[in-house]
């Protein structure tokens, strides 16, 4: 596990963007984004693209977490509730066991457990593994 987190440490969108890993299992991985100015948009709420890309990023460590290298072949975001300041977080966890194709489920939500978005993603497992 050390080493797809190592690997996810590269991600220098996310890392831009402020996410970071809270914890991470084979399946699982909760991330975290502290909610800073340029995270908003023209209305004063969290950009669309921030929350998706917290969302993503969770998706991503969740689907790589057994180290066999996962990419994201469809994805979609529903947006719930608006959000000015605080903290978000991400729980990516896996539907099933994948062989090829992986389903995985995103809860956002913020530091009152609120939920903001949904996010459902589906990733092809290739045959090589991270870092390989």
Known sequence: ??????????????????IKVVEASEGYCKAVMEISDFHLNAAGVVQGGAIFTLADFAFGLASNSSGQLALAINVNITFLKGKQSGT?????????????????????????????????????????????
């Open 1 to 18: 596990m050390n080493k797809v987190i190592k690997f996810f440490e590269n991600d220098r969108f996310a890392a831009h963007s402020g």
């Open 88 to 132: 978000l977080f991400a729980i990516a966890r896996q539907l099933d066991d994948p062989k090829r194709i992986g389903a995985y489920t995103v809860s956002v939500t913020d530091e009152n457990d609120q939920l903001i978005a949904t996010f459902n993603g589906l990733c092809y497992c290739k045959k090589e593994t991270i870092g390989g």
